[in-house]
């Protein structure tokens, strides 16, 4: 192979982010959201989830982000997954593909906002935010039906 077909290789690829979100739900019907402190989406509710640190799982930044963000504790182990979302334009910032789990929580469960959240809170499923951030209202949906 050639430097100049190495080098066009090479910029062919572009960067891809990797990142975990949750869907932790309430036998009763609710649904953890944060508002976003800041961009893309600043103010707008959005799912728990960031970015897979490395040397991490996805099921592990998903526990990880649903504890910084809210203070929600679950184990790996309750999570299930939902799917993956990998649309090129999800994410105005980029290349981002998601692994989305969910998580059954009790009812009752606390939440206190952190990290990446100005606020936390629980939302009926039957009466969520007119506009979710990126393409959560898909991830909800998919969670939803499974």
Request: charged share 25%; with cysteine; proline share 8%.
């Amino acid at each position: 192979m050639t430097e100049t077909e190495t080098e066009t290789e090479t910029e062919s690829f572009e960067t891809i982010r990797y990142t975990a979100d949750v869907v932790a739900l309430t036998p009763d019907g609710s649904v953890l959201l944060i508002e976003r402190g800041w961009p893309p989406h600043e103010g707008a509710w959005a799912l728990p989830g960031g970015h897979v640190d490395p040397g991490e799982t996805s099921l592990a930044a998903a526990t990880r982000e649903l504890a910084e963000e809210t203070g929600v504790h679950v184990t790996a182990d309750s999570l299930r997954p939902i799917g993956v979302w990998d649309a090129p334009d999800r994410d105005p910032r980029g290349r981002y593909v998601t692994v989305a789990y969910a998580a059954v929580v009790p009812a009752d469960t606390q939440i206190v906002a952190g990290d990446d959240a100005r606020t936390a809170r629980w939302w009926p499923l039957t009466n969520l935010p007119e506009c979710l951030a990126f393409d959560h209202a898909d991830i909800l949906r998919a969670a939803k039906a499974s």
